[in-house]
């Protein structure tokens, strides 16, 4: 699958199989992580990789929905604000570089026949004491990480028109 493919190939996966993702898949998608590029070539992030087995109770404490922890695995994206570049007015960009990295995970991911779902909308607190995060790591984004149990539905999306500007606002 090429890259343009890809990227219409993915969709956010909210039904997963119990079937497991070999270890090849899974190092594939964290080494497309860690060629994703950043600032500065910083890499102020890290990814955790959650075994969901025994761990549903934990990552039900993180997001409630069924579904997350219905595959083998929930990959964390953590992002470390001191290990980022920053920009001349003091803009940090661990947020941007740890997001660039989990689409890239997340596009590797499709592109091996895996399934994910980007997941914002989690309890961060929970996260941290899940996690065992530091204080200076903030988690970022979860994406569950199995095979997909449905067929995807059809996208919408808005017109390119709609989202393009030349030259000026």
């Excluded at 961060?124 to 988690?139: H, Y």
């Excluded at 095979?147 to 059809?154: G, K, L, N, V, Y």
């Amino acid at each position: 699958m090429d890259v343009l493919e890809t990227i219409a190939a993915r969709f956010s996966v909210r039904a997963y199989s119990t079937e497991s993702v070999d270890e090849e898949a899974l190092l594939g998608v964290l080494e497309a992580a860690r060629l994703a590029p950043t600032a500065n070539n910083q890499q102020p992030f890290q990814v955790i990789v959650i075994h969901t087995r025994d761990r549903k109770a934990d990552l039900a404490r993180v997001y409630s929905r069924r579904w997350f922890s219905q595959p083998p695995l929930v990959l964390a994206m953590v992002s470390i604000p001191g290990a980022a570049w920053r920009r001349i007015d003091d803009k940090i960009y661990d947020e941007v570089d740890a997001t660039i990295a989990m689409d890239h995970m997340i596009l590797a991911a499709t592109s091996l026949g895996l399934g994910t779902c980007w997941v914002a909308d989690f309890d961060p607190l929970a996260a941290r004491e899940v996690l065992g995060l530091p204080d200076d790591v903030e988690p970022l984004a979860f994406t569950p990480l199995g095979h997909p149990a449905r067929e995807a539905p059809r996208k919408r999306r808005r017109p390119l028109e709609q989202l393009v500007r030349y030259e000026r606002w």
